[in-house]
């Protein structure tokens, strides 16, 4: 069979290829084979053709092994032509010869170009998240007042179960953290102060830092690592095994089922987290005060009563339900964008925590402007 496909015949410095037979993919080796032989030749040829009369059927690929052939002894110098070709035949290799066997050649740019479409996509990407986010918020405000419509419908379980891991589980890992903050601050306050004289001064920048600002960043950035992560992680996964695309065979609302305790459970659980951390914060300043500043007890508590009062307090308290739902909402719309990968997941996932952990401390900016507005 292979005898038959391509044959050759030389007259002087005239090479004549006779294609017959088949030349569809099933004969690609035999075809490639040959074509390979008589390319590879180096006989004093100076004009080649190529005699397709005996083609019996052509396929693409047989079309490609064709043209390639003729580029071949074109490429070698060689005037090359194709007879004899069928005419229900020659609307494919027209096809095939207006391909270009090279790759394409990749547009150069200008480092400024380049620069300036990266920032652009990334902002197309920051609104697509944006809106998402807004999306989502309005779909949790609209099952939320579903739920408080038909209070039955809430699933109070599956709240108390995320709170647990979410406030209970969470609150070693908080007060070390914060304990730990609040020993750091005092020690550095007092390093500084002393050279002043000022040590007793500690106590108020320990007490306002830590309830306005410290202690409900500290705990939502927290939060957003550990348990905004996991949200993501489990709401992805639920996605690449279909499980929320069978909730809503079911006639269930994802949003109302998956989301919403989620996110009440971090609204409920992150003003405790805050308030716990805020006073581990202030006992670990206190230790410090005391051992390393020489600052007793009492005179750390009663000067902590002159420099804070209820507002300072409630400045930190008033901030940590809103990080929870901003935290709540980024995780759930995160986890709800995984693809079907593993690699999608975790992309995901880190994008989640990123992204929680910005928009904590842009929001705390905003806070501090409006608090300072109004003269809290």
Request: net charge neutral; charged share 20%; with cysteine.
């Amino acid at each position: 069979m292979t005898a038959t496909l391509l044959e050759s015949t030389t007259e002087g410095e005239r090479l004549r290829l006779a294609a017959a037979g088949a030349w569809t993919a099933q004969h690609a080796r035999a075809l490639e084979r040959l074509i390979d032989a008589q390319t590879g030749k180096r006989d004093a040829v100076r004009s080649v053709i190529v005699d397709a009369a005996g083609i019996e059927r052509l396929d693409t690929f047989g079309a490609w092994l064709l043209e390639r052939l003729v580029r071949a002894w074109k490429a070698q110098g060689c005037d090359t032509a194709m007879v004899g070709l069928a005419e229900n035949y020659r609307g494919l290799m027209d096809e095939v010869h207006g391909v270009s066997d090279e790759a394409p050649r990749r547009r150069r740019q200008s480092e400024f170009i380049h620069t300036l479409a990266a920032v652009g996509r990334t902002m197309v990407k920051a609104l697509d998240s944006l809106v998402s986010s807004a999306n989502m918020l309005g779909a949790v405000a609209v099952a939320f007042a579903r739920v408080l419509a038909r209070p039955r419908s809430f699933r109070l379980t599956a709240m108390v179960h995320h709170l647990e891991n979410v406030g209970w589980r969470a609150v070693p890992i908080i007060l070390l953290i914060t304990f730990l903050i609040g020993c750091i601050v005092a020690q550095q306050g007092i390093f500084h102060f002393r050279k002043f004289g000022a040590d007793v001064y500690v106590v108020d920048m320990v007490g306002i830092l830590v309830l306005r600002e410290i202690g409900v960043l500290i705990v939502a950035i927290m939060v957003a690592g550990r348990s905004g992560s996991a949200y993501t992680a489990e709401l992805g996964s639920m996605k690449m095994r279909e499980e929320i695309d069978a909730l809503r065979t079911m006639g269930f609302d994802p949003v109302e089922v998956l989301i919403l305790p989620r996110i009440l459970a971090l609204v409920i659980g992150v003003p405790i987290l805050t308030f716990l951390g805020s006073m581990a914060a202030l006992y670990g300043g206190g230790l410090v005060a005391w051992f390393y500043g020489g600052i007793d007890p009492e005179i750390f508590l009663g000067r902590l009563k002159e420099a804070i009062s209820l507002e300072t307090f409630e400045v930190g308290m008033i901030k940590a339900p809103f990080m929870a739902l901003v935290i709540g909402i980024v995780a759930c719309v995160q986890g709800l964008k995984v693809k079907g990968s593993a690699e999608s997941l975790g992309l995901q996932t880190t994008a989640s925590v990123v992204e929680s952990i910005f928009l904590v401390i842009v929001l705390d900016g905003v806070f501090a402007i409006f608090f300072a507005s109004i003269g809290m």
